[in-house]
C-alpha cells in the first residue's frame, strides 16, 4: 500500500512571515478516496495569536477552519494601550536639551525644557482560551488609579499635573520652555527688550524663556495678546486692558490689548505660579521716575523707582494732587521718591522767539486742546502762534514738574523777540505764572525784518546783567531761520557765558522749512564745540548737562520734553511672549 504523497493541506498557507506552516505529504493511502490531505502531524502548527507559542489545538487542520483562533492555552499579558481617558503618567523630572537661539539681535546658547507625558500599557492579564479581556484597558489594576487633566499650557505645552476632572477651577503645573510662543514688542521692528541681559525683539522665539520665570525676570510688566472686543472702542474703561492702536508682530494684521498679568493668568487658565507678593508687584504701573539716581552708578545696580499706581490708571493731575511725600510726574505718574526737578540745578532760560513777517506764515499753528489755544489762535493763528504755544506748554510743564503753581520756582524766564528790532517781553522772571507769562507776549503780533545779531547781542546783554552762580544758562531760539550771522557773535555769546564760570547750553528751533534751517544748524554746532571743550561744572551732575542741539519743530513740539527732560517719567520698552 502506497501513501497518497500529496503535500498536506496546510501548505497552501501562509504564516505571518511568509513561510507555510506544514511541509508535509500526506499519509492517507492512495487507494483511499480523500477530499483533504493530511499529514502524520496531530496538532495545530500555527503559533499563538498572544505569543510565541504553539496552538494548543488538537487539530492539524484547524488553521483551514474559518475565523480560526490560534491559542496557546496559556494566560497572557495585555498589549493594548491604556484606554482610560487623561494622562497615565507624567515623569517628575523635565527632559532638557541643549538649543541654540537666533533672534534679531543675538544668538545663544540655552537649555530648553519639556515635559515627558505617558500613556502606559494595560496591566491587566487575559485568560487562557480568550483573545481579549473583559472590560476596558487600564494601567493599573487598582480601581481608584489617577489619570491626570489633558489641558495642556499654550505658551509651553505642558499638561496639568491635577487629576482628571479636578474640582480646582485653575489648572496647575510646573511650566517649561516657551517654545510656542513669540515675542511681541509695542515699536518699531528692530526694538529691542533686555531680559536677563539677553535681548530679544519682535517674533524672536520664546523658548529661552520660562512660563514660571519670565514674568520674575522682567519685573513690573504688561503682557500683550490678541483684542477680543469686537473694536478698540469696546476695550475702553476696562482697567485691565489697554487697546494697542499699531499694529505689532507677530500676526501684525490682528489688533492686540495690553493686558494685565492677572489676566493673563486667568485666561490662560492656569494657576498663577508667582508668589502673591510678586503678584501685587506685577499689578502696579511700570512707569519710572526719571531722576539719574535711579540709574546705574559707578559699578552698582540700577534701583528704579516705579509708580505707585495701578497698573492702567487714570493720569493724576500734577496741579491738584494732594500727594504728601513724592510727587506726581507731568504726564500723570506718582512716584515716592523724590521730585528730580527739585533736585536738578535751576537754569536761566532765556527764549529768543521770532516775530519778524515770515513768522506770520500759517504752515505751522498753535498746540490744539490746551487751556491756553483760543486765546493763542485769536492772536497768531500761525508760526508765531506756534512758537507762543510751545513756550506756554514749556512753562507749564516746568510748573507742574515742580509741584503744581503755588510751588517756589528756582528757573528764572526772560523773553526777548526780534524782527528788525529787539524787544524784551520780560526779563528774569521767578514769580509770574504761565499764563501770566503769555499774557506777557500774547500782545505783540508778527511783522517786519529779521535780524538774528541784535538778538544774540541783546541774549547775551540780558545773561551777563541777570548771571547767577546758581543757575545755568539755556537759550532757545525759536526762528523760522531765514536770516545771516557771523559765527563770530555767536562764538562771543557762548565765550561770555564760560568766562563767567557755566557753559551755556544754546537750542535753536526751525518753525520753517528745513531748506531754511542752515543758519540755525551753524549756530548750533558753534555753540556745542564751545559747550564741549569748556571746563566742566565740577558742582553739576553729569546727567544734568543739556547738550546744545537743533530740533525741526512741529505742531507738537513741547519744549519741556525736548530740552530738559524733566517731569516726565519713563519706561522701558513694552513687550511680552503670545502665543
Keep these: 500500500m502506497h501513501a497518497c504523497g500529496q503535500l498536506c493541506d496546510l501548505s497552501k498557507l501562509r504564516l505571518n512571515d511568509g513561510s507555510t506552516p506544514c511541509r508535509g505529504t500526506c499519509g492517507i493511502a492512495s487507494d483511499v478516496n480523500h477530499d483533504q490531505h493530511l499529514c502524520d502531524a496531530r496538532l495545530c502548527s ?41 494622562i497615565c503618567e507624567i515623569e517628575t523630572a523635565p527632559q532638557s536639551i541643549e538649543a541654540t537661539f537666533t533672534g534679531r539681535h543675538e544668538t545663544f546658547q540655552y537649555t530648553k525644557y519639556s515635559q515627558v507625558a505617558k500613556r502606559l500599557r494595560c496591566a491587566k492579564s487575559i485568560p487562557p ?58 515699536g518699531p521692528d528692530d526694538t529691542g527688550l533686555e531680559v536677563e541681559g539677553r535681548r530679544f525683539s519682535s ?16 519685573g513690573r510688566h504688561i503682557h500683550i495678546d490678541y483684542c477680543r472686543a ?3 472702542a469696546a476695550c475702553g474703561g476696562n482697567n485691565e486692558v489697554q487697546h494697542i492702536s499699531k499694529r505689532v508682530l507677530p500676526s501684525p494684521e490682528r489688533a492686540k490689548d495690553y493686558i494685565t498679568h492677572n489676566l493673563f493668568w486667568r485666561r490662560a487658565g492656569f494657576k498663577d505660579p508667582y508668589s ?52 506726581v510726574s507731568n504726564d500723570g505718574h506718582l512716584f515716592s521718591c523724590r521730585n528730580p526737578v527739585i533736585m536738578q540745578q535751576a537754569f536761566h532760560v532765556i527764549f529768543v522767539a521770532d516775530k519778524s513777517g515770515s513768522m506770520t506764515l500759517s504752515d505751522r499753528h498753535p498746540l490744539p486742546n490746551t487751556p491756553a489755544s483760543n486765546r493763542i489762535v485769536q492772536c497768531s493763528n500761525n508760526r508765531f502762534g ?12 516746568r510748573a507742574a514738574a515742580i509741584g503744581g503753581q503755588q510751588a517756589a520756582r528756582r528757573d528764572s524766564y526772560s523773553v526777548i523777540l526780534f524782527d528788525s528790532s529787539v524787544t524784551n517781553a520780560f526779563v528774569n522772571d521767578f514769580v509770574s505764572s504761565p499764563d501770566q507769562l503769555l499774557d506777557a507776549v500774547l500782545r505783540y503780533g508778527a511783522g517786519g ?43 562771543d555769546l557762548c565765550r561770555s557765558a564760560v568766562r563767567l564760570g557755566k557753559a551755556l547750553s544754546f537750542h535753536a528751533v526751525s518753525f520753517g522749512p528745513d531748506r531754511a534751517s542752515t543758519t540755525l544748524r551753524r549756530m548750533t554746532q558753534i555753540a556745542l564745540d564751545i559747550q564741549n571743550n569748556a571746563p566742566r561744572d565740577p558742582l553739576a551732575p553729569a546727567a544734568a548737562i543739556v547738550a546744545s542741539s537743533y530740533t525741526q519743530a512741529l505742531d507738537t513740539v513741547q519744549l519741556a520734553e525736548t530740552f530738559l527732560g524733566i517731569a516726565e517719567s519713563l519706561r522701558k520698552p513694552r513687550g511680552s511672549l503670545i502665543h
Excluded at 386 to 397: G, I, K
Excluded at 449 to 461: D, E, H, P
Aim: glycine content about 8%; proline content about 4%; aromatic content about 8%.
Design 203 to 218: 517674533n524672536d522665539e520664546g523658548a529661552p524663556m520660562m512660563c514660571n520665570l519670565v514674568c520674575q525676570a522682567v
Design 276 to 327: 502673591r507678593e510678586e503678584q501685587a508687584n506685577f499689578a502696579k504701573c511700570d512707569s519710572m521716575c526719571s531722576g539719574p539716581e535711579h540709574t546705574a552708578a559707578a559699578g552698582n545696580a540700577a534701583q528704579p523707582s516705579y509708580c505707585s499706581l495701578p497698573l492702567f490708571h487714570q493720569p493724576m493731575d500734577p496741579n491738584n494732587a494732594q500727594v504728601g511725600l513724592g510727587y
Design 129 to 186: 482560551g480568550l483573545v481579549a479581556h473583559e472590560g476596558w484597558h487600564s494601567h493599573s489594576l487598582d480601581q481608584g488609579v489617577v489619570h491626570f487633566c489633558r489641558t495642556r499650557c499654550d505658551h509651553c505645552g505642558y499638561y496639568c499635573t491635577l487629576p482628571l476632572g479636578h474640582l480646582q477651577q485653575e489648572h496647575e503645573t510646573r511650566h517649561g520652555s516657551m517654545s510656542s510662543s513669540r515675542w511681541a514688542i509695542d
Design 386 to 397: 506756534a512758537v507762543l504755544s510751545s513756550l506756554y506748554s514749556f512753562w507749564s510743564a
Design 46 to 86: 500555527f503559533p499563538c495569536q498572544l505569543c510565541k507559542r504553539l496552538c494548543a489545538n488538537t487539530d492539524h487542520l484547524h488553521g483551514l477552519e474559518d475565523g480560526a483562533i490560534h491559542l496557546c492555552g496559556e494566560e497572557h499579558s495585555c498589549s493594548a494601550q491604556c484606554t482610560a481617558s487623561g
Design 449 to 491: 525784518g529779521t535780524n538774528f545779531t541784535a538778538a544774540i547781542l541783546q541774549a547775551q546783554s540780558v545773561m551777563e546783567q541777570h548771571w547767577s552762580t546758581e543757575r545755568s544758562p539755556i537759550i532757545i531760539f525759536l526762528s523760522d531761520g531765514e536770516c545771516h550771522i557771523a559765527d563770530q557773535t555767536v562764538q
Design 230 to 232: 469686537p473694536d478698540a
